[in-house]
């Protein structure tokens, strides 16, 4: 049996982790195909046709699927299950939200946020904020997975050419109504995908003082990320959070400036690939996970960081 | 209005765990444990509403060993006025605890429940939504703000773009993010108080529910360790190590 891939995306065009879920999915079994549930929605059905992996696409289109509500779009999926051995997921707040009622349904119980597939019914996945990483086996015999994006490469985004089927839209339901949101539309590389993150935390000391950080991510080409302490004290959206219970990153380089490096915040960093923390407490724990470490007030530290990017010649992009 | 509130016992957020090293999971013995946390602030978004006067009863539940009835005690402690326990031992999937809590949900009639978005043991995040599946309910999942407008609720749900905001109608499940309120300390009162109110425990067996595990866990390992890394003099060296050494702008 194939495994089915629910497609991440916003009505024009699919959300990158949709690529890596795919990629994902392409490990588990050969035979991919992936359901786009939306409205006015083609384009995005097409697209994900193009990729590579994907063998067949079903499209389903109705106003109802116009905010991704999970109770419209899990009887779609449910329908559709007895057909395939695996319904796969990024574990974002897209996945972890719909996922779980399409496991319940199924009477499957969930393998959420793998990060490794080892064969069909075996995955790795982290626990306790990625302290200990545990390799669990599904019995169920249909399985319901949700998958760390930034633990898969995205795969090839063209060159497919997958027949799409249109199916039938389910009975809207009524008891949830959407009324709004709030995206925080940026020019900046998307903190999920960033090759280079700078990110404070409480050490900023007010939201105004992100503009330290701000200054020098533009000057990066890099994405904005930051602890929960610091958007809890209102400098900077929820959008931007990194760590357990916010976003998980990998780039290239992530840049901690204040940032105290509490474990809930190096779960959703720590597996990037260097790692510099700015911090004036010589003795904070995000010094124990960094490559570079700088024992600095940030107040001077910043602006001269600033000063040194200025002085180079090239900055790669 | 009625609200049921689900917590968990949970190794203590600030303990550094360590992992067996027979690879059977992590150590539990002598290690500090406490409520979820942010099943603490489901706790205290259920306290404030009732407080508000749009709610009658808050009654906590938790599923799991002996020592778990703790939570349920810091629950009562904290304003919720009685207590479930149900009791199960050994390892519990979402499927299995959002099953119990159907049956509790039959019992108990509640408008809303409430729970923690997230264990941070297992971070699986799947109880909530599993829940609202089993009783065909609304879910509201991530919610940092909850305004109750009669029947309905109006739930800020935080997003990856940002935020979301979702009109529900009762009954429905709401899952809490950390950002939706400062859960209260428990004073010494009315902690002495809480151990006079009422936890009713029942026996998950009694309830008709499978239990046993469908996920086995092979091996619980440690995560490959980073090497240690260097500290830099200052700003220039570092910069210079970035560009040079690290390559990476």
């Known amino acids: 049996m194939a495994v089915l891939l629910i497609a991440e995306h916003n009505n024009k065009e699919l959300r990158p982790f949709t690529l890596n879920a795919a990629t994902a999915a392409s490990q588990i079994d050969i035979d991919v195909h992936a359901v786009l549930i939306g409205n006015n929605s083609a384009e995005a059905a097409?697209?994900?046709?193009?990729?590579?992996?994907?063998?067949?696409?079903l499209s389903v289109e109705a106003p109802h699927y116009e905010n991704f509500t999970a109770e419209n779009f899990a009887p779609v999926v449910v329908k559709l299950a007895e057909n395939y051995s695996h319904i796969i997921c990024s574990a974002n707040t897209f996945g972890k939200n719909l996922i779980p009622r399409i496991a319940a349904h199924l009477d499957t119980s969930q393998v959420s946020d793998i990060i490794k597939v080892i064969s069909s019914d075996t995955?790795?996945?982290?626990?306790?904020?990625?302290?200990?990483?545990?390799?669990?086996?599904?019995?169920?015999?249909k399985k319901c997975v949700t998958i760390r994006p930034t633990s898969f490469d995205p795969c090839e985004s063209s060159g497919g050419s997958a027949p799409i089927e249109k199916i039938d839209a389910a009975e809207e339901f009524s008891n949830t109504k959407f009324i709004k949101r709030e995206e925080i539309k940026s020019d900046r590389p998307e903190l999920g995908?960033?090759?280079?993150?700078?990110?404070?935390?409480?050490?900023?000391?007010?939201?105004?003082?992100?503009?330290?950080?701000?200054?020098?991510?533009?000057?990066?080409?890099a994405a904005i990320g930051a602890s929960r302490a610091a958007v809890d004290a209102g400098y900077i959206s929820n959008d931007h959070q990194v760590g357990q219970t916010g976003k998980v990153v990998v780039p290239d380089l992530y840049i901690a400036v204040g940032i105290s490096g509490a474990i809930q915040h190096l779960a959703g960093m720590k597996e990037s690939k260097v790692i510099v923390a700015i911090n004036k407490d010589g003795e904070a724990p995000i010094f124990s996970v960094a490559?570079?470490?700088?024992?600095?007030?940030l107040f001077e530290?910043?602006?001269?960081?600033?000063?040194?990017?200025?002085?180079?010649?090239t900055i790669q992009k | 209005m009625k609200i049921l509130v689900a917590v968990k016992r949970v190794i203590d957020y600030n303990v550094q765990i360590r992992v067996k090293e027979d690879g059977s999971g992590v150590v539990t013995d002598n290690v500090k444990m406490s409520t979820n946390p942010p099943d603490d602030n489901a706790i205290e978004e259920a306290v404030k509403?009732?407080?508000?006067?749009?709610?009658?009863?808050?009654?906590?539940?938790?599923?799991?060993?002996?020592?778990?009835?703790?939570?349920?005690?810091k629950a009562l402690a904290v304003g919720a006025d009685r207590g479930i326990h149900v009791k199960v031992d050994g390892i519990l999937e979402p499927l299995a605890v959002s099953k119990i809590l159907q049956k509790i949900v039959d019992k108990e009639k509640p408008d809303l429940v409430f729970m923690g978005k997230?264990?941070?043991?297992?971070?699986?995040?799947?109880?909530?939504?599993?829940?609202?599946?089993?009783?065909?309910?609304?879910?509201?999942?991530?919610?940092?703000?909850?305004?109750?407008?009669?029947?309905?609720?109006?739930?800020?749900?935080?997003?990856?773009?940002?935020?979301?905001?979702?009109?529900?109608?009762?009954?429905?499940?709401?899952?809490?993010?950390?950002?939706?309120?400062?859960?209260?300390?428990?004073s010494l009162p009315n902690i002495m108080k809480a151990k006079k109110k009422p936890i009713e425990e029942i026996?998950?067996?009694?309830?008709?529910?499978?239990?046993?595990?469908?996920?086995?866990?092979?091996?619980?390992?440690?995560?490959?360790?980073?090497?240690?890394?260097?500290?830099?003099?200052?700003?220039?060296e570092l910069v210079q190590k970035l560009k040079n050494e690290a390559k990476v702008i």
Do not use: H
């Open chain 1, 46 to 57: 097409k697209q994900l046709s193009e990729l590579p992996v994907i063998k067949k696409v």
């Open chain 1, 123 to 141: 995955f790795v996945r982290p626990i306790y904020a990625g302290n200990a990483f545990a390799t669990v086996k599904s019995n169920d015999a």
């Open chain 1, 193 to 221: 995908t960033a090759r280079i993150v700078v990110s404070g935390g409480r050490g900023m000391q007010s939201g105004d003082n992100f503009k330290l950080i701000t200054e020098i991510a533009d000057k990066l080409g």
């Open chain 1, 291 to 297: 490559d570079y470490g700088l024992e600095a007030d």
């Open chain 1, 301 to 313: 530290a910043l602006p001269q960081f600033m000063e040194e990017l200025n002085k180079l010649n």
């Open chain 2, 49 to 73: 509403i009732k407080e508000a006067g749009k709610a009658t009863e808050v009654v906590a539940v938790t599923v799991g060993e002996e020592k778990a009835q703790e939570t349920v005690r």
């Open chain 2, 118 to 186: 997230q264990a941070i043991d297992d971070d699986c995040n799947q109880t909530g939504q599993m829940l609202s599946a089993l009783l065909n309910w609304p879910q509201a999942t991530f919610a940092s703000k909850i305004d109750v407008k009669d029947n309905k609720l109006e739930v800020t749900r935080e997003i990856d773009e940002g935020l979301e905001t979702i009109e529900i109608n009762v009954p429905a499940i709401v899952t809490c993010d950390l950002r939706l309120n400062e859960p209260r300390y428990a």
């Open chain 2, 203 to 236: 026996a998950a067996s009694d309830l008709g529910v499978d239990t046993s595990p469908r996920v086995e866990q092979i091996k619980v390992e440690e995560p490959p360790k980073r090497k240690a890394g260097i500290k830099v003099a200052n700003v220039a």
